[in-house]
């Protein structure tokens, strides 16, 4: 069965402030590694995908990188705008339809 | 552009009673999704399709039912609703597997069973 689970649950942070949230996953086969933003009362948006160990995505202050077993979000420099709930996501080799697994997420807040 | 919308936003539901979301995507996305999202429970998919026509179980589908009759909708229906089932609904789709772009999701359905 796969696995995603997501460290810490949440996360404060003063602006400026930089940190690293985590995705720790267990699949069989890993199709590719996706994560999401998420605001409140709204839908996750996609933010990157990662097929490979070593790969890294970069997106103005965010930057996802892969390893074999798990995937980091590094948030630079973070302002009050970053402040929402980043989703991580796994697609597996071995699941049919294009699913994604999903962790239960990190609460990021950045303080002004 | 549209994108992937949910309809409706909020609903109350007495035990018992039947309804259904409408997903609607503009994008001529092939696959399409229902999740539903509960505290401390992370995104769950529900059922889901490969294309029009076709449809499948995800990981929590009992007590609810889904249609594609048309590639640009995906109808999903509660027959009898319980409490179990009040939660925030998410309707996502998608080109197909390993595309680079993930999933375009909704804005959900939030529903509360009494």
């Known amino acids: 069965e796969d696995q995603v689970t997501q460290s810490p649950e949440a996360l404060r942070l003063q602006e400026g402030e930089s940190s690293s949230l985590n995705c720790s996953y267990t699949v069989s086969g890993l199709r590719g590694l996706f994560w999401y933003r998420q605001d409140p009362g709204k839908g996750p948006e996609f933010l990157f995908t990662l097929y490979s160990a070593g790969e890294e995505k970069e997106k103005e202050r965010l930057k996802a990188t892969l390893t074999k077993k798990e995937s980091f979000l590094h948030i630079t420099a973070p302002k009050p705008e970053d402040s929402a709930t980043y989703l991580c996501?796994?697609?597996?080799?071995?699941?049919?339809?294009?699913?994604?697994?999903f962790g239960e997420g990190t609460q990021l807040t950045v303080n002004p | 552009n549209a994108g992937v919308t949910q309809t409706p936003k909020f609903r109350v539901l007495k035990t018992g009673q039947s309804m259904t979301l409408l997903c609607a995507q503009d994008m001529n996305h092939e696959y399409m999704y229902w999740y539903r999202q509960d505290p401390g429970m992370g995104l769950r998919l529900i059922h889901y399709?490969?294309?029009?026509?076709?449809?499948a179980k995800g990981e929590v589908p009992d007590g609810y039912n889904v249609s594609r009759l048309k590639k640009q909708n995906f109808l999903l229906g509660l027959e009898s609703a319980a409490p179990s089932q009040t939660s925030v609904y998410f309707c996502a789709s998608s080109y197909g597997p390993g595309q680079y772009y993930g999933y375009t999701f909704g804005s959900g359905t939030r529903l509360t069973v009494v």
């Open positions: 996501a796994v697609q597996a080799g071995e699941t049919s339809g294009s699913r994604l697994t």
């Open positions: 399709s490969v294309g029009e026509g076709t449809t």
